[in-house]
């Protein structure tokens, strides 16, 4: 009795030491689930519905919204979508954000059903609304080892987005990063340990779900670990089940235990848990993938998306999960290679999927599924289980009794005071010293600097317009240029002259993640060669990426390396200052490098200027 008490003592004392901790425990599990008078809904208003109205209902459009009159062919074909294919949802992407609501609110209007409105918001709204604040990307937040901060991201997220009318999220990403050569993932992930991926990424459902926004785990059953884009081609993970439930599986066990209220499939294809073998289509027509950066393969095995063995098998029934399994995109060329349409969104609801995301063709995936039900090779049955829990969750989310949105407080609720000083504070304490060598940090004018930025992207100077804004802000004196794959050959001569002239030059690697891209995650050869000169001419060298971590093993001479995560304005801000002394150095890699450096690396330094 007295060793018991003594243990109780232990854990109470721990929690109290460890605030964040005692939080966490008492809210292991969300609380956002259809109740029964969501179902009691749903079943009401199911047996009313038409066969049209419910196929329509699993089919969600993509759309970038901008101002359009009424009378616009563009505002017309949103009409018809709504109001004669009776589609369920809409994921939106990048636009202005008033732009975005108005049209939304013009649609609910228009709608039998209230539609259910999603966003990719893995850092925050910012990630789609240029206006909005934009949160540093998962691995920055596991850099700072305070889960308390992706708890309280997914809060301010789901805060936001109900703001703008949406009621499901795309994130959290719980792919486990333990390919450095990925090049679709990468910053996406909390890391590549599979436990840091659940204990960030629970964190942040919990937060988010808090604040009544559905969740969604991506992208089942893991794409960590492929050197594939499903955006331009087919992932193949030729991994056992023993392996899939020792790492890639863990961070979506942990989600669904906590209550997560959604699952993204992934076009990943698992040939040692599901064989059948599929064929490229002969006439295929292309996809999200840039043009002529498509992978077909001879021979694959059939992606995740359409097997019922890993969506209805292991999903539904070995890890019980409950909640709405949303396809990704439809239109990405992992699954276009081989399927059309018609069959794609027809497979798809065979294997257990409730929502088809973004098809490339809407009309076409809604035949294909009419053609299949009234054959009688997709039972309504199926149809019809979809469909309700689709409405339950409609319901859950408060749309029946509140599907617009209201205008009037978005400026309040929207990129305030609180959704910056996160921003500032995750940046603060993510960015990474991982090597300092040549012990040149702080940096200060004693000597000729140039500060060259190297970019995979085509934005323009603007991009490193943040970090080159604080230096000055610092004092420090410098010329600066900056590269992308389009830049002039006047502009590479001019940062070669840059490169041959500095004492000390400042590289900013701006290999970011854009998927469906040639060279996500990489930077332009012309620029690589640039830095790579500069290292093996003895120049005293800083390189900063504000992208992808791993691009350390194609220069690994460079002396002096800092991980910034990516390139928002904060984390561009919080590197400048770090460099300068003003801020101190704390994070740690959340992924290794291979041969170079372990998972946890990372070199602390104080501030030094006052």
Known sequence: MRRHCLSILILLLANLSHPQLFAQSRTANSTLSPDKKAYKWADKMLPKMSLDEKIGQLVHIGVNARFANRDSRFFLELKRQVVENKIGGIIFFGAPIYETVILGNRLQELAKVPLLFSLDAETGVGMRFEDAENFPWAMAVTATGDIDLARKMGEITGKEA????????????????NNAANPVINVRSFGEDPEDVARFGVAFMLGLQSEGIIATAKHFPGHGDTNIDSHRGLPVIDLPMERLNSVELVPFKKAIDAGIGSVM????????????????????????????????SETASVPATLSKIIQTDLLRSKLGFQGLIVSDAMSMSGLTLYFTQEEAGVRAL??????????????????????????????????NESVRRQLAWKYAVGLEKNRLTNLDKIDLDVSGRESVELSNTIADRSITLVKNEAGVLPINNRKKIAVIGISNGFDGPQTMAPFLSTLRAGQLKFQ????????????????TKLADTADILIF???????????????????????????????????????????????????????????????????????????????????????????????????????
């Open 265 to 296: 499939i992934g076009h990943i294809a698992l040939p040692k848990v599901d064989p059948e073998i599929i064929k490229p289509l002969k006439d295929y027509r292309g996809g999200d993938a840039e043009a002529g950066s498509e992978i077909v």
């Open 162 to 177: 109900k703001a703008l009318g949406m009621r499901h999220i795309y994130a959290p990403v719980l792919d486990v990063n």
């Open 508 to 610: 900013g690697l701006y290999g970011r993640v854009r998927s469906g891209a040639k060279n996500s995650v990489g930077i332009p050869q012309k620029g690589a060669d640039i830095l790579s000169k500069a290292i093996s001419n003895g120049k005293t060298v800083i390189v900063i990426s504000f992208g992808n971590p791993y691009i350390l093993l194609n220069f690994p001479d460079v002396k002096t390396y800092i991980v910034a995560y990516g390139e928002m304005r904060s984390l561009q801000n919080a590197a400048a200052r770090a460099i300068l002394g003003l801020n101190g150095f704390y994070g740690r890699l959340p992924i290794s490098l291979p041969g170079l450096y372990p998972r946890g690396s990372g070199i602390r330094l104080e501030p030094t200027a006052k």
């Open 350 to 383: 065979l294997a257990g999927t409730d929502i088809l995301e973004k098809p490339s063709d809407p009309d076409a995936m809604l035949k294909g599924i009419k053609t299949a039900v009234e054959s009688g090779r997709l039972p309504i049955e199926r149809i």
């Open 480 to 495: 600066s240029q900056y590269l992308q794959e389009n830049s002039s050959d006047e502009q590479y001569q001019n940062a």
